[in-house]
T-cell receptor
Framework: KAGVTQTPRYLIKTRGQQVTLSCSPI?????VSWYQQTPGQGLQFLFE???????NKGNFPGRFSGRQFSNSRSEMNVSTLELGDSALYLCASSRGSDSGNTIYFGEGSWLTVV | GDSVTQMEGPVTLSEEAFLTINCTYTATGYPSLFWYVQYPGEGLQLLLKATKADDKGSNKGFEATYRKETTSFHLEKGSVQVSDSAVYFC?????????????FGRGTSLIVHP
């Protein structure tokens, strides 16, 4: 079955702009979570959506937001981009209903802010 | 709260050497444990998992045993290849607090020389 699909794979934005990243989860998965990965901070959890509701949130400013649609597809948005937002943004999906279930990652969206 | 501690990297080995990457965890409940691998320029892929004490996860020659008494889940491989060069992440998932979001370690970079 198809894996987690993220678009776009690569993008370059200017400081102050906003960006929207998209994620299509594995069919049947209701949980979608987002992570930011940078060399200095490692893998940091942004937020998780389950059945269109934000269920968990990491420690990021309000410029970072997301949503999930009825088909479980998710988008995340970053407004007023800063240079420090340059990172690999990873989406992951899972059944989201028990601790033994595995989360599956997409290949990520590489964001460069200039 | 839950936490995962991995050995610092990079770990540098020659091809066919034995690999151990240490991982210890702290959790309030009875977590499931995972190893993920990230190849350069890609997202994270599940390498193996174990859901209860004394379980052994294995895949592609890698193994890890869930040791509850030592709260450890060390990753081992008997003979590494150049193609194993990647970053390895240990993670746990513990739903006892009502969250299904995995906790990740900071990752350990493995470099294998021919």
């Amino acid at each position: 079955k198809a894996g987690v699909t993220q678009t776009p794979r690569y993008l370059i934005k200017t400081r102050g702009q906003q960006v929207t990243l998209s994620c299509s989860p594995i069919s049947g998965h209701r949980s979608v979570s987002w992570y930011q990965q940078t060399p200095g901070q490692g893998l940091q959890f942004l937020f998780e959506y389950f059945s269109e509701t934000q269920r968990n949130k990491g420690n990021f400013p309000g410029r970072f937001s997301g949503r999930q649609f009825s088909n479980s597809r998710s988008e995340m948005n970053v407004s007023t981009l800063e240079l420090g937002d340059s990172a690999l943004y990873l989406c992951a999906s899972s059944r989201g209903s028990d601790s033994g279930n595995t989360i599956y990652f997409g290949e990520g969206s590489w964001l460069t802010v200039v | 709260g839950d936490s995962v501690t991995q050995m610092e990297g990079p770990v540098t080995l020659s091809e066919e050497a034995f690999l151990t990457i240490n991982c210890t965890y702290t959790a309030t409940g009875y977590p499931s444990l995972f190893w993920y691998v990230q190849y350069p320029g890609e997202g994270l892929q599940l390498l193996l998992k174990a859901t209860k004490a004394d379980d052994k996860g294995s895949n592609k020659g890698f193994e890890a045993t869930y040791r509850k008494e030592t709260t450890s889940f060390h990753l081992e491989k008997g003979s590494v290849q150049v193609s194993d060069s990647a970053v390895y992440f240990c993670a746990l998932s513990d739903a006892s607090g009502g969250s299904y979001i995995p906790t990740f370690g900071r990752g350990t970079s493995l470099i294998v020389h021919p």
